[in-house]
Nanobody, 124 residues
Framework: QVQLVESGGGLVQAGGSLRLSCVAS????????LAWFRQPPGKEREFVAT????????WYAEAVKGRFTIARDNAKNSFYLQMNSLRPEDAGVYYC?????????????????WGQGTEVVVSS
């Protein structure tokens, strides 16, 4: 059983940056694909970014490509989402997710383990 704990959310002005962190425990971290999802206010949860277990393959939603970067540190059982050039439409609750497997996955239904969420608010 994997437990995930996010941190790093908060209030930021449009154009600013935030770094979200997710710390995992309870599993062999290096064998898990990881991802970030978000749920904007009044909308459904949506995919943001994912990274394969080896850290070499990543995939981003078109809306964040070039502005967000996902990274992992297997030695620290942690992964991150660096968010730059934030826009009001990036606001929402951000969730980290993990799934045992080599590849990466874009669908929320592919992930069995989820963090509790951290809120990002972007002021215009």
């Amino acid at each position: 059983q994997v437990q995930l704990v996010e941190s790093g959310g908060g209030l930021v002005q449009a154009g600013g940056s935030l770094r979200l962190s997710c710390v995992a425990s309870g599993g062999t971290f290096s064998r898990y694909a990881l991802a970030w999802f978000r749920q904007p206010p009044g909308k459904e949860r949506e995919f943001v970014a994912t990274i394969a277990s080896n850290g070499r393959s990543t995939w981003y939603a078109e809306a964040v490509k070039g502005r967000f970067t996902i990274a992992r540190d297997n030695a620290k059982n942690s992964f991150y989402l660096q968010m730059n050039s934030l826009r009001p439409e990036d606001a929402g609750v951000y969730y980290c997710a993990a799934e045992y497997g080599y590849d990466y996955y874009l669908a929320a239904t592919s992930y069995d383990y989820w963090g509790q969420g951290t809120e990002v608010v972007v002021s215009s």
